[in-house]
């Protein structure tokens, strides 16, 4: 897998709606015909169809020429950890700054926020034309800058200092005559007057751009590599894959880092509503499509937690993960990850015939880990499922690092997933064409 494309999908993904925008022009691309959740759909045998929700959240899937059968998924999130600007976003309280006024989203390692440039990016809804439609914003210059507290007026700040998110945390945009400023530019780039600007979703993001770096080339670092490591190279198997027995289905879904609890998240109804939709299209009844939908397989796929160099005391020594070593498989004994003995079993078989390395995660016994979009999306959708990830470093930091060979590795894993045929014969028997 080419590193730099990677790099590429990053670059165009500043936010969750520009990763659903690129997704979906990706998919376009690639034969992809777009659904309208507010209109009938016609679903031929065969086809190959998106659908979005949102703009933030995209499901596709590919229908085998035979017509009705299960569903293998794979879901992955588009939103990171970020500061998010309140609607009203200028603060300027100090005569000679204009600050903004954000709040956090997700749980982010805030000091890797300060320092360093930043830009704007998101959705605003304009009135244009007699109605009120999106457009997608993005400022792509060093716009704000969140600057540190020198050492000398804080010396603590090397004794674990607390950031207090509305006081340590707001970006400055510019000096006194910059009063206004944002909004203007905003209403600019959409080609309006500011007046015209009916509401936003806007996001700071980080602005440095990918790089590859070790001693060998082995690493690669940039912003939102959780998830976007995952959305990418499960989009490059899903539209590469070959045709195959059951229905492909690309889930990529909004506000995993916040609890998935929206309409567009996985604990919405959005992959039930599109699995329904679909069998229906194809002239199921209600028992028919439950019958598919127990028959089938979903991959949940979002980062994993490779060993730090400097504190591989925090991991479990017989489960742990490495960068360049493969697709991890992540457990949990109280199903903060839906992996089980069947899943896993699968899922290993699956790498096996890809020639892909698997390694296995869990969490130290004493020390409470995190959670993933399956587990979540199974309450709706319930289904047999794995989770799976790829190593990094630095999770939910500004910039975060993972290894440039499982790019590959999950890519030809995923591929294989969706050229492969999995049939359930019975409850716990399976087998794989």
Not at 177 to 184: D, I, K, N, R, V
Not at 241 to 255: I, M, P, R
Not at 256 to 276: H, I, M, N, P, Y
Request: with cysteine; aromatic share 10%; proline share 4%.
């Amino acid at each position: 897998m080419d590193v730099q494309s990677f790099f590429d999908f990053v670059a165009a993904s500043p936010s969750a709606f520009h990763a659903c925008r690129e997704a979906c022009r990706q998919l376009a691309a690639a034969g992809y015909t777009p659904l309208n959740e507010f209109e009938a759909w016609t679903v031929k045998p065969g086809g190959k169809y998106y659908v979005t929700r949102n703009a933030s959240s995209v499901i596709a899937f590919r229908v085998p020429e035979t017509g009705l059968a299960p569903f293998q998924i794979v879901a992955s999130h588009s939103d990171s950890p970020v500061f998010k600007l309140k609607p009203k976003v200028e603060e300027s309280r100090l005569d000679h700054y204009v600050r903004l006024n954000v709040e956090k989203y997700g749980g982010m390692i805030m000091s890797t926020w300060l320092d360093r440039p930043l830009s704007i990016a998101g959705r605003v809804l304009v009135k244009m034309d007699g109605h009120v439609q999106t457009m997608m914003v993005d400022l792509a210059r060093d716009a704000v800058l969140i600057p540190n507290m020198p050492i000398h007026f804080n010396r603590d700040m090397n004794d674990g200092f607390k950031f207090d998110p509305q006081v340590d945390l707001l970006p400055l945009y510019g000096d006194a005559a910059s009063a206004g400023g944002l909004e203007a530019e905003i209403a600019r780039q959409c080609g309006v007057e500011k007046e015209d600007v009916v509401a936003s979703d806007l996001f700071l993001y980080n602005r440095m751009p990918g790089t590859r770096w070790g001693a060998e080339g082995e690493f690669i670092s940039c912003p939102r590599i959780d998830d976007l490591e995952c959305a990418f190279t499960s989009l490059m198997a899903f539209i590469r894959a070959e045709k195959h027995g059951n229905t492909a289905v690309y889930a990529l879904f909004d506000n995993e880092e916040v609890g998935s609890r929206t309409k567009q998240g996985a604990d919405s109804s959005f992959l039930t509503d599109v699995l329904f939709r679909l069998c229906g299209a194809l002239g199921a009844d209600d028992a028919e499509t439950r019958q598919m939908i127990a028959a089938s397989f979903m991959v949940s796929a979002d980062n994993a937690h490779a060993v730090h160099p400097n504190h591989p005391e925090k991991y479990d020594a017989d489960n742990r993960t490495w960068m360049n070593e493969g697709v991890v498989i992540k457990h949990n004994a109280n199903q903060a990850y839906t992996t089980d003995a069947v899943s896993d079993a699968v899922f290993t078989c699956i790498c096996e015939k890809a020639g892909v390395p698997v390694q296995h995660f869990s969490n130290l016994s004493n020390l409470a880990g995190g959670s993933t979009l399956g587990n979540i999306a199974n309450t709706h959708v319930s289904i047999n499922t794995v989770d799976i990830g790829l190593a990094q470093l630095a999770m939910h930091s500004s910039y975060e690092t993972a290894g440039a060979k499982d790019l590959t590795y999950m890519t030809d894993a995923l591929r294989k997933f969706y050229e492969t045929t999995i049939r359930f014969r019975m409850d716990g028997m399976f087998t794989l064409a």
